[in-house]
């Protein structure tokens, strides 16, 4: 490969072989325009810039609602149908875990020694982890 002058900045090397790769491939490229537009009868469409969004599906009403783990947030008839227990929490002290909420039927059975706030008995303990500590963090 021979030399470049040190006078020559890098936009024109760049600049350059983007020509010699252009050369190159225009004749193949108007030739594939060409048999395109042959084959369809009407000029090739121009390709569209971006990518496509992808649609939702259609919002609808919800009807069922399980008080999971993958539950999120409590509709509105849910909240209705339990006297105003207004977060997941509230549900599942009341009703246990995995209760069924539907529209227009009676509501789940209450888990034994729910009380009439909304608590259970025996409280569920939860006790934290003391952290993680690594060797190579610990020097």
């Not at 350059?16 to 190159?24: I, L, P, S």
């Not at 009807?63 to 997941?88: C, E, H, Q, S």
């Amino acid at each position: 490969m021979p030399r470049t002058a040190v006078a020559a900045s890098i936009d024109q090397i760049i600049a350059a072989e983007v020509d010699k790769v252009v050369a190159r491939i225009m004749p193949t490229l108007q030739r594939a325009l060409a048999d395109a537009r042959a084959r369809s009868g009407r000029p090739a469409p121009v390709a569209r810039a971006g990518r496509r969004s992808r649609r939702r599906p259609a919002r609808r009403e919800i009807t069922r609602w399980v008080a999971d783990r993958r539950a999120r947030r409590v509709p509105n008839f849910v909240i209705a149908m339990t006297g105003g227990l207004d977060t997941k929490k509230k549900i599942v002290a009341r009703f246990g875990e995995d209760a069924a909420f539907e529209r227009g039927k009676p509501l789940p059975g209450a888990k034994a020694g729910g009380g009439a706030n909304g608590a259970a008995s025996a409280p569920r303990v939860v006790k934290a982890r003391p952290p993680v500590v690594r060797k190579a963090a610990a020097r």
